[in-house]
């Protein structure tokens, strides 16, 4: 079975500067989709971003990119000039990518920005 | 765009009560999913539809959870008789299809079963 790894139950960030979150996640497939979602108070899961597993290049939105190590099935999310709105639990998640869509979830990492 | 939506957003009840949350996914998603989220986890599939059927429910407690949906828009997820541990939230997702990649969330339902 698939299961999803985060070391970290809680970090915390300056304002401005870079915080990196671990992910970890353990599965026989080649074929996955893998996804960083932050949850705000408000508890609404938003994604932040995503991967598909058979590009090597790591992807990238705005501030936010995610360093993939296939090979060590590592997926970890890095987040540059922090803001304070950027203080939520964060979720990493993977799913198969010819699966009905079952998804699994890490425990979270909650982060916290300080002003 | 209207997002999911999603009713109550908190219901506490006692032992033994039953309850019932409503879900309405974003228009033309054919897939909806229930998750429960346990506090300090992360949310964990109950069910999952296409359109009016049920694709995956291996992780429904089904002696004492239902969902359906009917007409294939929105869903209704219900506990009779709910326990003390399944106090969490409950998230209702959708997406345009089982194969397309991104789910969208609702805001959840908070349940505290005393």
């Known amino acids: 079975a698939q299961t999803v790894t985060q070391s970290q139950p809680e970090m915390s960030v300056q304002e401005a500067e870079t915080v990196t979150l671990s992910c970890t996640y353990d599965?026989?497939?080649?074929?996955?989709?893998l996804f960083w979602y932050k949850q705000p108070p408000s508890r609404q899961m938003i994604l932040v971003i995503r991967?598909?597993?058979?590009?090597?290049q790591n992807a990238t939105e705005n501030r936010f990119s995610v360093n993939f190590q296939k090979a060590a099935k590592s997926f970890s999310l890095k987040i540059s000039d922090s803001q304070l709105g950027d203080a939520a639990m964060y979720f990493c998640?993977?799913?198969?990518?010819?699966?009905?869509?079952?998804?699994?979830f890490g425990a979270g990492t909650r982060l916290t920005v300080k002003p | 765009e209207a997002g999911v939506a999603q009713s109550p957003r908190y219901k506490i009840i006692e032992k033994r009560q039953s309850v019932a949350f409503w879900c309405n996914p974003i228009?033309?998603?054919?897939?909806l999913y229930w998750y429960q989220q346990i506090l300090g986890q992360g949310p964990k599939l109950l069910i999952q539809?296409?359109?009016?059927?049920?694709?995956?429910d291996s992780q429904l407690p089904k002696d004492r959870f239902s969902a359906e949906r009917l007409k294939g828009v929105d869903s209704t997820l219900k506990i009779q008789p709910a326990k003390l541990e399944d106090s969490a939230v409950y998230l209702c997702?959708?997406?345009?299809?089982?194969?397309?990649?991104?789910?969208?969330f609702g805001p959840g339902t908070r349940l505290t079963v005393l």
């Open positions: 539809f296409q359109n009016n059927g049920v694709v995956d």
């Open positions: 997702a959708s997406s345009l299809s089982a194969g397309f990649n991104e789910q969208f």
């Open positions: 991967q598909e597993a058979y590009k090597q």
């Open positions: 599965t026989s497939e080649s074929d996955y989709y």
């Open positions: 228009s033309g998603h054919a897939t």
């Open positions: 998640a993977y799913r198969q990518q010819y699966s009905a869509g079952d998804m699994r």
